[in-house]
């Protein structure tokens, strides 16, 4: 399994700013997704994300609130922009698929906007 | 649409067995995981399976049946440390795409 680390762990943010959170993993991966979660809510992702390539955004997501960059096998990060306290929540990376198509997640990142 | 259902909470108690049902809907559907998530933690894998029928691994089994569209997690033995949410989640798509249910809040007491 990959080792997965977040930055930052956690930040309180004032509305209208950004915040950029990074990901960065052990070893090489081909894909990495973002995801979301809500308080009290399951996992809804953002975007998949793969080197070399635009990243692919699900319904709801777009790329000017959320861009996502991917420079390597290795790393990635996500910028929640133009933050409002509606965005307040856990975001999390995980990277896959491994040897049962499972994703592997990291810590998460949890973001408070006031 | 994409629509996966299990119970919101269930408790049980601790060395007995519970059984955490799923339902889905889904297009594309290549698999069923199920991860557990600790309050405040990241979701950690359980279990795969692709296939119709009982997966083991130790104290935990998971079941699917694609035909019905539907899976259970089941977890045997029950400690303490069980307390935790279970996610049901659906790989979809040609991206390898996880669709996550609301998952399951298990309280497992004396």
């Known amino acids: 399994s990959a080792v997965i680390s977040q930055k930052p762990s956690r930040d309180i943010c004032q509305r209208g700013t950004s915040l950029t959170i990074q990901c960065q993993v052990d070893?090489?991966?081909?894909?990495m997704f973002w995801y979301r979660q809500q308080p009290g809510q399951s996992l809804t992702l953002i975007a998949t994300a793969n080197q070399g390539s635009e990243a692919t955004y699900e319904s709801g997501f777009v790329i000017d609130k959320f861009p996502i960059s991917r420079p390597n096998l290795t790393f990635s990060t996500l910028t929640v922009s133009n933050m409002s306290p509606e965005d307040s929540s856990i975001y999390l990376c995980s990277v896959g698929p491994g040897q049962d198509y499972e994703q592997y997640f990291g810590p998460g990142t949890r973001l408070t906007v006031t | 649409g994409q629509n996966i259902d299990q119970p919101t909470e269930m408790t049980a108690t601790e060395g007995a067995i519970v059984q955490i049902n799923c339902t889905y809907q889904t297009s594309g559907f290549n698999g069923l995981f199920w991860y557990q998530q600790h309050a405040g933690e990241a979701p950690t894998f359980l279990s795969y399976n692709v296939l119709d029928g009982l997966e083991e691994k130790g104290r935990f089994s998971s079941f699917l049946s694609r035909s019905k569209g539907y899976s259970y997690l089941l977890l045997k033995e029950l400690q303490m440390k069980d307390s935790a949410s279970y996610l049901c989640a659906c790989l979809s798509g040609g991206y390898n795409k996880l669709i996550f249910g609301a998952g399951t809040r298990l309280a497992v007491h004396p």
């Open positions: 070893s090489q991966v081909t894909m």
